[in-house]
């Protein structure tokens, strides 16, 4: 019997086109697993170590690339708190996205698991 390969997104949010977008890019990590929520290479916001000292030119930096961002792409939780945090306030205050698609790491799997977060109205 051949092997059932496990579903694209198992979580059911899938969008054909949707994008992964890693807040901290670090090498070291492995994102593989987050490959089955994309079709396409991953969008990296920040790499490696980020100075928080300039908080008004990594927010620029981030508002920047955020402008690409889609209502059914995915924000892989990475790196510092600070930096998720500005990109979530970008996306939610700046853009006006209602909700935001967040792959999250499950340690003891190995695995991304997604969640949709949104604000109550």
Known sequence: MPEQQPP????????????????NYRASQDFSDAERYTAYPFETLTE????LSNTDKLFNH???KLGQFRDYDYLLISG????????TQILTA???LPAINVLIFNG???TYYARRISAPE
């Open 8 to 23: 694209r997104n198992p979580d059911n949010m899938s969008h054909p086109d949707a994008l992964v977008w890693i807040v």
């Open 80 to 87: 510092s708190p600070l930096i998720n945090m500005i990109v």
């Open 94 to 96: 700046t853009y006006k």
């Open 62 to 64: 981030l508002l920047n």
């Open 48 to 51: 490696e170590v980020v100075h």
């Open 108 to 110: 003891f799997e190995g």
